[in-house]
């Protein structure tokens, strides 16, 4: 069984920071894309930043220069790092992970709200 845990969502006031956590455990014999989706009320998921293996990453252009995606490969774990958090960051954010064996796993989500 895969587990994807997250962590780091919480209520923070507009400009400030949060960094999320993600961790895989189980059967999982390594993560080849690692990434970060959102979803907020009444709209469609969409991804945040995704990186791969080697370390290359893409952002939505709604985060670009605000969020960092980072990885640790020897501990299964993805990081988002939020800074200038603005209110229509508001959303809970969901770890997605494409696994080399096991295919592609979501986490359970994590609200992150930013009050104006």
């Known amino acids: 069984q895969v587990q994807l845990v997250e962590s780091g969502g919480d209520l923070v006031q507009a400009g400030g920071s949060l960094r999320l956590s993600c961790a895989a455990s189980?059967?999982?014999?390594?993560?080849?894309?690692m990434g970060w989706y959102r979803q907020a009320p009444g709209k469609q998921r969409e991804l945040v930043a995704i990186i791969n293996r080697g370390g290359s990453t893409t952002y939505a252009d709604s985060v670009k220069g605000r969020f960092t995606i980072s990885r640790d490969n020897d501990k299964n774990t993805v990081y988002l790092q939020m800074n200038s958090l603005k209110p229509e960051d508001t959303a809970v954010y969901y770890c997605?992970?494409?696994?080399?064996?096991?295919?592609?796993?979501w986490g359970q989500g994590t609200q992150v709200t930013v009050s104006s």
């Open positions: 189980g059967t999982i014999f390594g993560a080849k894309n």
């Open positions: 997605n992970v494409e696994f080399f064996i096991v295919g592609i796993h």
